[in-house]
Every structure is written in structure tokens, then in C-alpha cells.
């Protein structure tokens, strides 16, 4: 992971600079990007790829182009604004504009958290640059110095004579300006700089969804457009032997019905049969009668797992690290505390089913409107599967109904792109509710199994964590792993972390902050039931946690803590709650990220409800106040919605189908929420995971408060708690 | 196929339909109108809402062609312009997130305000939990319907 660069005015790479040209309609573009070597080391030659955001019409119309994929994000509104900021430029003169795939933007991903920590150092250097440009040309067309001039909401003033002038009047002097040394900008970084930044936002496309007339993915629109499914064996690894696509082919509003072989690769264009037509809902009814012989090997199921999972509880599983000495420390310790916690598979549900749009040009260009959370390895994806070079393969970016990174895979993008070129017409591939959940690549489940020695201080002084994940041929699969530098090593002197796997051909992928979204609940869950073991308070135990490494600190300790008080304080921590309520509070560092959380819950009998969380964030500057908090409020519902569900498996398939038996949180259990961020000088990071990881265990431990209900296991109903 | 006659948003389409088509997928693929979306299509998720005769329903169980001869609302006609009272206040709020799910929201929580013009949150938790929505929007929608009522009672208090 890419450690944010230190927070200072200017800290450039030297060598990354700027290029400035005016378009032949005689608008001002500048560019931005990082000079450097073509990829693969396929030429020596270094070469420039510049980055464009920044457009200004000769009318005055301000353009900021916004290059990461959207689906829920916020990135389209917060990454322009950043942009907007450093020009001095008004938001309200701004308009946005969605980037298509393209090389010269550099890493267009939304995954990770990592859009804005990337994204910092390019976006405020674009609209630095081009406002340093600006002054220049006034200064130069008054003759006065430009220190001496300034810039505000799209205009050049000088301070000693009252000129000014607009940014539209000085487009033509600008663009003959050289280029300015990134070196010399002076960047805006913090809090006090921003008059933009940290404010409250609305979405940028706001006007357009309140109204309908946002194109999502599936609302894209072509003429002569057709409609496709593509059905695949709901046994994963099912191989095709038969289908009746002639019988299909005749049946009303369908134009083709067609075997697809595919490939071996589950993240790809795997067997199947496509079915396209002129209305959806026409091959939709038409699927109802299609027959497929399938040949499947695989017998995968939770039971098994579970079986599994006992067995190898028993073993020693593969130690991937140990410091120190465990069990030595466990003979002299003066408590040992030991519990088995589990959770399950979960999907990504996203609200818009998988969907994509191709059209294969008669100049032999491949043309995609994809919902991708990682256009580019669709693009690639799409490339080796048609065979087609990606320089002929365009890729728009459409919004998409929600990530979470379901659509890092990129299979919908192979899919609707096989159909079009077979059909040879425009084709809207949109898959069902059930073929998305059925096709997910779903969070693995996991079992944890932890023993902690304590001292007479109840401070943790051994710590052994078994854990038992699912795997394929004896090594973890996407979302499956934990790493070994992973607090609490580092935190506790002695430390082992063995590792056992489960056989499992079952797709997996990233699912919002993969891995700890899910573990970060055991480990929480578990430090209170130390916590109380040793006599201390949850609050207290945690910063006795966070208070000492050893070695180098696998976090940030001072800020891991500090959100942890203010969470704490925030709640009025050590209050009585009253009647059959309980707090629980847990805290959580990934992705960048520092975050804690306090949950207030009550009770009747074993029906809980979540009355109030609140969440302490620490992510340095805020960009969108508004974007921000939606992510932080989002997480909560999110992460209580998860922590009730769970994806089981029966001779290979999935059991749940659609929202009757995979049920979501709804409006009536959301919580009120408290959102505080601690506006740090560090550099801003991502927030797209971070404020996830610490709630289902502040939940939990809230539970337990009021109800005196350890839960160890997922989803909450298997220890006979209704949330 | 069934010709049928349906008022959307005041206006007449005529269309032909396969006799089992829901409204949900003759708005989407016969009118080209797509601000209705589809989620499950088995009406557990709110996401395809249309006001019939001002009532939430879920327009993917809904067959086309009983709707003839029922005014249909769909979330591009529920203003001219943006303007309606929840429109305004989902805006304030900066409800959406994806904002997949949003015109159903929207929908109906215009249903509900026209009902109960100052909703406390069991009346909103009532109304608006057929509505699911993956992002968690839900704090903000509360929220949203709250303003909406304020900007509802100022609008009538001006007329």
C-alpha cells in the first residue's frame, strides 16, 4: 500500500511538470502527470503522459474533468472541488465532466480508499498551476509584478490599482506563458487554507437523480439497441453441455439465443448461453423455457465447511509469524482468556444488478458504457478474451448503483462484450437480481480462534490467533487473508498467528475493505472479553493497547488513540445508559483510515435495537463535508445491515437469491448517528472503507452490555439476538 | 400484443405490450423512460416505485396493461422541474449516495407527505420501509422528509 507523502506546501516530485496548450477552440487546457518510463520496460525512452483536468472556455465556462469511476463515492463531486479550490474558481461557475477510460489519467480505480490519497497531489497541482498561469498573464498585461496580484472566484485582481480582470480575458496571454515549475507552486494543504473544502457539498449530479434523468448503467440507450441475459451454471465450474436455444430462438421478442463456450476463468466470460431480444422483460419470459445440460464436479457447501473448520481447529495450522514466545508466556500469564469467533460468506447486493452496454463499430472498434470499479482491467479483460487490442476497445464510465467492489470484477464487461460482437448489433447486457447474487464473488467467511494471556495489570501480554480461512490449493483466495503485520502485532510482545485453509470454489473478491471489514468484528469482539477478563474497562484496555509497540507500530498509536477519545467523550463513555441499554465502543485503523465508534443499544429480552452510534473519524482534511459524512452514515447502516446476513452454500450454489431470503437493513432499524472528524494536518485519505470496520464490533459489545450476550458468531441471529 | 393506453406523468403513450409486461419494463424499454429502475423484481425492494392514482406501488409487479385509465407518476414527472418540496429537501440534505434506489425513495416519500403533511419518524419509518437502500441513506432520508414538510407548509402557506 502507498504510504501518503508527507503533508507539505510543496512536495512535488521534481521531475513531474506541467503542459499547457491551447485548443484550436481556443480554450486553455492544462495538464498534469508524472514523467516517466513506459510500462514493462518495453522502451527505455522516458516519456510524458499528461493528465487533463482543467478546461476554460473563451466564454468563461470552467470545466473540470473528473476521471475516477462513480458509483455512490462522492469522487465526482469531492475530486473536482479539490481542483476548483486551487484554481479560485466559485463551485457554483464549475461544471463536472466524467472522463472515459483513458491512459493519460493515470490509475482510474475506486477501490481501496486510495481515489483521494492518489488523487491529492495531481489535482491540486492542475489547479494551482493553471491559477499561477492566470496571474502571470495579468501581471504581464499590466506590467506589474504578479506577486503582487492575486486570485478569487475566477478573476485576477491586483491589490495597488484595483484592476482586474477575468480568467476568459486572459486565456491567450496564458497559453503563451511557459510552463511553471511544479516546484514553485505553492500548494494548499490544510484545513486553514480551504475556503471550499470541508464544506457542505451536495452531489454534483444531484439535479439529474432527484429528477430520473441520470443515465446509469442500465439506462443507457442506443439505437437499435437489443437486450441480452447470459445464463451460467449456478454450481460454480459447471461446464455446458447442451441448451435449447433453437426452441428459444422462436419464442416471442427474441432475436438470438446462442451457446457460449467461454474460458476457465471465473472472473471472466465463463460458459453459458446468451439470450437477446427486444425487451428485456421478452427474453426474460423466454429464459423461463431455457433447458441446460450441465455437467458440474463441485459440491461445495456450508456444512462441509464448518466440518472443516473443526477438524483443522484441532491442528496447528502454518504459523505465519511469532514473535516472542506464546506459550511460555501463557504458563506464567495471570489470566488466559479463549474464544472462537465466525462469520459468514455475505454478498455485495449492489442496488443495480450487473449491466453493461457494448457496441462492436464497423471500423472494428469495441465500444463499452461499463459500470466498473476498475475499467482498466476490463479493458484487458475484454481484450483477451475477444482477442481484440485494447487500443481498439473504448470504455465510457457510467455511473453505477453502488460498488463496494463488487465491480472490481470485471465478467458483466466480457459478457456483454461476446454478445455484441456475435450479434454484431448494440447490446445491453442486464442481469437479474438472482443472477447477481447467485454469480457474486462473495467475502469469505472465516473462523477465528483466540487465546490472550494477560498480565496482573490485565494488560495483554500473549496474544495466539488460529485463524481458519477459506483457500484454494492450500493458499488464501481474494479476501481470504489476513496479513501477518496486521495489528495487534506489533502491540503485544508476544504474538503468533498460524493460519489453517479450507478447501473453497466458491468466487470471492474484495468486499468493502477486504478482510478486515469482516475480522476487524472478532478482534474487537474479543479485546472487550479481555478487557473484562482482566477487570478493565473496554475503553481503557484499548488505549493501554495502543500505549506501547514493539517494534516498528503497525499503526499510528497516537492518532489510533486519540479517536478512540474522542468517540469516547463524544457518547459521554462511562455513563450510565439506563434501563436494558448498553455501550459498547471499538476502533479500527485500514485503509489510512482511523476510526472508533461507540454504539448505544436497547433491549427487549433478545430484540435489540441500535439506538445511536457514534463515530470518531480521523482521515486528515475533510474535502466534501457533505460526501464525507454520507460515507461515515453509510458505512453504519451498512455495516449493521452485514452483521445480520450471510450467503450459505449447497451442493455448490448458493442458497440466497434476492431480497425475500438475503434482507437488508431497512429504514426502521437505521440509527441516529453522530459523525465527528478530527481535522488533522495530515494528508487527506480515503473514506470509502475505513468507517466500516469498527461498527459491527461497537454493536456487538454494546449487546453484550445490555444483554450480557457474547456474540461470537455472525449473523447476530445465531446467538438469538433480532437487531 | 395488447395496445394499450397509459397516462404517465399527464400524458398519453400508446404502446403495445406483451400481455404480461410489467409497467416497470414498458416504462424502461417501450418508453425509453428510465428513471424508474429495477431491483429485484419480485417487490422487496422499492426500488421501481411509481405513484399509481398517488399510491407508492411497486412497478414490477404491476402488469401494464391494468394500468390503462389510472394516472401514473413516475419520478420524471413528479415536478417540471426539481422543484417539488422532497426534491428540494434531498438536495439540502445531499441524500443520495449511488442514488440507484433514490426516485422510489422520492416517490414515496411524496405519497407520504401528501398523507401526513408532518410526519414524526414511526410515521416515516412506516411509510418509507418497503424502500430499501444498499448505501444507508436512511439517516439523511429522515431527515430530508422533515425539511420537505417545512418547504410543503411554506408553499402552501404562500398559495
Redesign the interface.
Request: aromatic share 10%; net charge negative; proline share 5%.
Given at each position: 500500500m502507498k504510504t501518503p507523502k508527507k503533508n507539505e506546501g510543496s512536495n512535488m516530485d521534481r521531475r513531474s511538470f506541467l503542459k499547457v496548450s491551447m485548443l484550436a477552440s481556443g480554450a486553455l487546457m492544462v495538464g498534469v502527470g508524472s514523467y516517466g518510463t513506459l510500462l514493462a520496460g518495453e522502451t527505455a525512452q522516458e516519456t510524458w503522459i499528461p493528465n487533463l483536468y482543467v478546461r476554460i472556455d473563451p466564454d468563461g465556462k470552467i470545466t473540470i474533468v473528473s476521471k475516477n469511476p462513480e458509483?455512490?463515492?462522492?469522487v465526482k463531486t469531492a475530486f473536482p472541488m479539490v481542483v476548483a479550490e486551487c484554481l479560485e474558481v466559485d463551485w457554483e461557475d464549475v461544471n463536472v465532466e466524467q472522463a472515459p477510460l483513458d491512459d493519460r489519467y493515470g490509475r482510474q480505480v475506486a477501490g481501496g480508499s486510495r481515489g483521494t490519497p492518489d488523487g491529492w497531489d495531481d489535482l491540486r497541482v492542475a489547479g494551482t498551476a493553471a491559477m499561477h498561469l492566470l496571474l502571470a498573464a495579468a501581471a504581464q498585461e499590466w506590467g506589474v509584478p504578479s506577486a503582487e496580484c492575486y486570485a478569487q472566484s475566477g478573476t485576477v485582481l491586483h491589490k495597488p490599482s484595483d484592476k482586474f480582470s477575468s480568467y476568459a480575458s486572459l486565456l491567450e496571454t496564458a497559453a503563451k506563458l511557459p510552463v511553471p515549475d511544479v516546484a514553485d507552486l505553492k500548494l494548499k494543504s490544510r484545513p486553514s487554507d480551504f475556503k471550499l473544502l470541508g464544506s457542505?457539498?451536495?452531489?454534483i449530479?444531484?439535479?439529474k437523480?432527484?429528477?430520473?434523468?441520470?443515465?446509469?448503467s442500465?439506462?443507457v440507450?442506443l439505437e437499435g439497441m437489443l437486450?441480452a441475459m447470459f445464463e451460467k451454471s449456478r454450481v460454480y465450474g459447471g461446464k455446458l453441455l447442451s441448451a435449447n436455444v433453437e426452441h428459444i430462438r422462436t419464442l416471442?421478442?427474441v432475436t438470438h439465443a446462442f451457446i457460449v463456450k467461454g474460458t476457465d476463468d471465473i472472473r471472466g466470460l465463463q460458459p453459458g448461453v446468451a439470450i437477446v431480444g427486444?425487451?428485456?422483460?421478452?427474453i426474460n419470459?423466454a429464459r423461463k423455457q431455457l433447458k441446460v445440460e450441465w455437467q458440474t464436479t463441485q459440491t461445495d457447501s456450508s456444512a462441509e465447511y464448518e466440518k472443516q473448520a473443526e477438524a483443522l481447529a484441532g491442528g496447528s495450522g502454518e504459523t505465519l509469524r511469532h514473535d516472542g514466545d506464546v506459550e511460555a508466556t501463557f504458563d506464567k500469564a495471570v489470566k488466559v482468556v479463549e474464544a472462537k469467533y465466525y462469520y459468514p460468506f455475505v454478498s455485495h447486493?449492489?442496488?443495480?444488478?450487473q449491466s453493461c452496454t457494448a457496441l462492436l463499430h464497423e471500423s472494428g472498434k469495441l465500444e463499452l458504457w461499463a459500470p466498473s470499479q476498475n475499467p482498466k482491467s476490463g479493458r484487458k479483460l475484454v481484450s483477451k478474451t475477444l482477442g481484440i487490442p485494447e487500443s481498439r476497445i473504448h470504455v465510457n464510465q457510467v455511473?453505477?448503483?453502488?460498488?463496494?467492489g463488487r465491480r472490481l470484477r470485471n465478467d458483466f464487461m466480457a459478457e456483454a462484450a461476446w454478445i455484441a460482437r456475435e450479434t454484431g448489433k448494440p447490446v445491453q447486457l442486464?442481469w437479474?437480481?438472482e443472477d447477481d447474487m447467485a454469480h457474486d464473488f462473495f467475502r469469505p467467511a472465516a473462523w477465528h480462534h483466540f487465546k490472550a494471556g494477560l498480565d496482573d495489570s490485565g494488560r495483554m501480554i500473549a496474544f495466539d490467533h488460529h485463524f481458519i480461512t477459506m483457500g484454494k490449493d492450500g493458499e488464501t483466495i481474494s479476501g481470504s487473508n489476513i496479513s501477518p503485520k496486521r495489528y495487534p502485532a506489533g502491540l503485544v510482545p508476544n504474538y503468533r498467528l498460524r493460519q489453517s485453509i479450507i478447501e473453497c470454489n466458491v468466487p470471492t473478491g474484495p468486499w468493502r475493505a477486504p478482510g478486515a471489514s469482516a475480522y476487524c468484528w472478532a478482534y474487537q469482539s474479543f479485546y472487550d472479553e479481555v478487557a473484562l477478563a482482566g477487570g478493565l474497562d473496554p475503553l481503557q484496555f484499548r488505549l493501554g493497547l495502543l500505549s506501547k509497540s514493539y517494534g516498528k507500530p503497525p499503526l499510528d498509536l497516537e492518532r489510533a488513540s486519540n479517536t478512540l477519545k474522542v468517540a469516547a467523550e463524544k457518547a459521554g463513555w462511562g455513563r450510565d445508559p439506563g434501563p436494558n441499554r448498553g455501550l459498547g465502543i471499538a476502533f479500527a485503523y485500514g485503509h489510512l483510515g482511523y476510526v472508533a465508534h461507540v454504539a448505544q443499544v436497547v433491549a427487549d429480552g433478545s430484540n435489540i435495537r441500535v439506538e445511536k452510534v457514534i463515530a470518531a473519524v480521523d482521515i486528515g482534511p475533510i474535502i466534501n463535508l457533505?460526501?464525507a459524512k454520507?460515507?461515515v452514515?453509510?458505512?453504519?447502516?451498512?455495516a449493521i445491515?452485514t452483521a445480520q446476513l450471510e450467503i450459505t452454500f449447497v451442493n455448490g450454489a448458493a442458497r440466497q437469491s434476492?431480497?425475500?431470503n438475503y434482507r437488508?437493513?431497512?429504514?426502521?432499524k437505521?440509527?441516529?448517528?453522530e459523525c465527528h472528524f478530527i481535522q488533522s494536518d495530515n494528508s487527506p485519505t480515503g473514506l470509502g472503507e475505513p468507517p466500516f470496520l469498527s461498527v459491527a464490533p461497537a454493536v456487538a459489545n454494546a449487546i453484550f452490555a445490555a444483554t450480557g450476550t457474547r456474540i461470537r458468531e455472525l449473523p447476530f441471529k445465531r446467538s438469538g439476538i433480532n437487531v | 400484443m395488447p395496445e394499450i393506453t397509459l397516462k404517465i406523468n399527464g400524458k398519453d403513450h400508446t404502446l403495445d405490450v406483451?400481455a404480461?409486461?410489467?409497467l416497470l419494463?414498458a416504462l424502461?424499454?417501450?418508453l425509453?423512460?428510465?428513471?424508474?429502475?429495477?431491483?429485484?423484481?419480485?417487490g422487496?425492494?422499492g426500488?421501481c416505485t411509481v405513484l399509481v392514482d398517488g399510491e407508492p406501488r411497486q412497478s414490477c409487479r404491476l402488469p401494464a396493461v391494468k394500468m390503462a385509465g389510472k394516472e401514473i407518476t413516475?419520478?420524471?414527472g413528479?415536478?417540471a422541474?426539481?422543484s417539488h418540496p422532497v426534491?428540494k429537501a434531498?438536495?439540502?440534505e445531499?441524500v443520495?449516495?449511488?442514488?440507484?434506489?433514490?426516485?422510489g425513495q422520492?416517490l414515496t416519500a411524496a405519497a407520504l407527505l401528501d398523507k401526513n403533511p408532518k410526519p414524526d419518524d414511526a410515521a416515516?419509518?412506516?411509510a418509507?420501509?418497503?424502500?430499501?437502500?444498499?448505501?444507508?441513506?436512511?439517516?439523511?432520508?429522515?431527515k430530508a422528509i422533515k425539511l420537505a414538510a417545512v418547504y410543503a407548509a411554506e408553499t402552501g402557506d404562500e398559495s
Open positions: 458509483g455512490g463515492q462522492g457542505f457539498v451536495p452531489g449530479d444531484n439535479a437523480i432527484l429528477t430520473g434523468q441520470l443515465e446509469f442500465s439506462d440507450r437486450y416471442p421478442g427486444e425487451s428485456w422483460w421478452e419470459t447486493a449492489n442496488m443495480e444488478p455511473r453505477y448503483g453502488g460498488g463496494f442486464q437479474t437480481r457533505s460526501g454520507n460515507q452514515e453509510g458505512a453504519i447502516v451498512d445491515s434476492n431480497f425475500h437488508l437493513l431497512k429504514i426502521d437505521a440509527p441516529e448517528i | 406483451p404480461d409486461m410489467p419494463w424502461r424499454d417501450k425509453n423512460m428510465t428513471g424508474t429502475k429495477y431491483g429485484c423484481g419480485i422487496r425492494c426500488t413516475t419520478i420524471e413528479l415536478s422541474d426539481g426534491q434531498w438536495h439540502e445531499d443520495p449516495q449511488c442514488g440507484y434506489c433514490q426516485g422520492i416515516i419509518d412506516k418509507m420501509k418497503d424502500n430499501l437502500c444498499r448505501c444507508g441513506t436512511y439517516f439523511r432520508i429522515r
